[in-house]
């Protein structure tokens, strides 16, 4: 009497395995067709946005990957510059692959200087312009909040958009930072949003190195 639930039980665990494998044999089979018909490769303009932390994190861990490719890549930021952190610690055991030039001052409100911010940002800008239109020397070009710097017209964003249109075909260039323009996501390949749902500085939990640094 005990043999028949054990039985329809495993039956019924068959029957399901059968249909899940069914179910992922068609899946396996149209994934196949779209990857297929995936052939295009082209330098990318990608853009992290958003109130969430995890921006620039996201964009020195594609520029990582690329390292890891044998690519060559140029991580210019905008902002940060007046504090160590730990990513430049690793990225300068790669000098032959990458630079990182933190070349801001620190936070608008620490500044307190709309002028100097402006120069400052004008000069991060060229250094990253002409890695943006060099033809050879990089092949990613990270712009770490970039669009800070937009939001508050510290660069002409018609300049911006001009300079990433010309660049080379193969080229790719990651920009992060809030309040992405729309113009720029709209040119965009690739667009993600951070969006915050809990943060320990709510809690009282200061910047810690290895997390924020």
Same mark, same amino acid.
Request: proline share 4%.
């Given at each position: ?20 494998? =069914? ?10 067709k779209m990857m297929a018909e995936k052939n295009i490769e082209k330098g990318l303009l990608i853009v ?7 921006? +620039? ?24 510059? =007046?504090? +160590? ?80 249109? =010309? ?23 690739l667009v993600t949003e951070m969006a915050q749902v809990k943060h320990p500085f709510r809690d009282g ?9």
């Amino acid at each position: 009497m005990t043999e028949e639930p054990h039985n329809e039980a495993a039956q019924n665990e068959a029957a399901k395995n059968a249909r899940h494998n =069914a179910r992922m044999k068609a899946i396996q089979a149209a994934r196949a067709k779209m990857m297929a018909e995936k052939n295009i490769e082209k330098g990318l303009l990608i853009v992290h946005t958003g109130a969430g932390k995890g921006k +620039t994190t996201a964009a020195l861990g594609m520029a990582i990957r690329a390292i890891g490719h044998g690519h060559r890549v140029s991580i210019i930021q905008f902002i940060k510059g =007046a504090m +160590t952190t730990g990513e430049k610690v690793v990225f300068d055991a790669f000098p032959d692959q990458v630079e990182f030039r933190p070349m801001g001052e620190g936070f608008t409100w620490d500044t307190q200087d709309r002028a100097r911010d402006i120069a400052v940002a004008r000069q991060a800008w060229e250094v990253i312009k002409a890695r943006i239109l060099d033809p050879d020397d990089w092949d990613m070009v990270v712009a770490d909040e970039l669009n800070i710097i937009l939001r508050y017209d510290y660069l002409p964003l018609a300049e911006v958009l001009e300079v990433i249109a =010309a660049r080379p075909e193969g080229k790719h260039v990651v920009i992060t930072g809030r309040n992405a323009p729309d113009e720029l996501i709209e040119v965009a390949d690739l667009v993600t949003e951070m969006a915050q749902v809990k943060h320990p500085f709510r809690d009282g939990v200061k910047a810690q190195a290895g997390i924020e640094f």
